[in-house]
């Protein structure tokens, strides 16, 4: 069964860093292109950054409204997505989600900015 | 940047109902464009990709058709579980998610 269980979430203040993680389990992992995307509340989705797969060298792509800020990596032994965000602003409260590219999604973990 | 716009923002229908909720892109996105549904609470759920590809498990009263611009998702007679929001994705260039339709029970 393929699940993704999204942690890291919480309050943080402004300006502040935080670092979600994404466990993944019953796929292979490497094979898989993997997304964040993350959800304020009562809104649409946001997609954030994308991280390739093995075969095509883990590379990234990002939002523009994100990039540089924001970093998406993963650990391929242990399976686990990442995404570190920096410089957070109040607009980043949202929920954040880990996905398998933009097939499926975990539940989601909330992020709140707010000091 | 490519720009979705989804339309209605809000679908008030009964169970029964055949009912359509539309996405134009602001350029050709050569079908490829996906539909999810959310419940309150949830993460959102694939029902279609790249146009008209059911994903597994999903009944097939659900159907979405399209190309180049215009496309739509298309419940034939709704049932009570599909009182939802509803969103597409078009990811033909990055990816950009329209606003979403809360479809409601009249």
């Known amino acids: 069964e393929v699940k993704l269980l999204e942690s890291g979430g919480g309050l943080v203040q402004p300006g502040g860093s935080l670092r979600l993680s994404c466990a993944a389990s019953g796929f292979t992992f490497t094979d898989f292109y993997m997304s964040w995307i993350r959800q304020p509340p009562g809104k649409a989705p946001e997609w954030l950054g994308v991280?390739?797969?093995?075969?095509?060298?883990?590379?990234?792509e990002y939002n523009p409204s994100v990039k540089g800020r924001f970093t998406i990596s993963r650990d391929n032994t242990q399976n686990i997505l990442y995404l570190q965000m920096n410089t957070l602003r109040a607009e980043d409260t949202a929920i954040y989600y880990c996905g398998i590219w933009f097939a499926y999604w975990g539940q989601g973990t909330l992020v709140t900015v707010s000091s | 940047d490519i720009q979705m716009t989804q339309s209605p923002s809000f679908l008030s229908a009964s169970v029964g109902d055949r009912v359509t909720i539309n996405c134009k892109a602001s350029?050709?996105?050569?079908?490829?464009l996906n539909w999810y549904q959310q419940k309150l609470g949830e993460a959102p759920k694939r029902l279609i990709y790249?146009?008209?590809n059911l994903q597994t498990g999903i009944p097939s009263r659900f159907s979405g058709s399209g190309s180049g611009t215009d496309y739509t998702l298309t419940i034939s007679s709704l049932q009570p579980e599909d009182f939802a929001t509803y969103f597409c994705?078009?990811?033909?260039?990055?990816?950009?998610f329209g606003a979403g339709t809360k479809l409601e029970l009249k």
């Open positions: 790249n146009t008209n």
């Open positions: 994705l078009q990811h033909n260039s990055l990816y950009t």
């Open positions: 350029q050709n996105i050569n079908k490829y």
């Open positions: 991280i390739r797969n093995k075969a095509n060298g883990y590379t990234t």
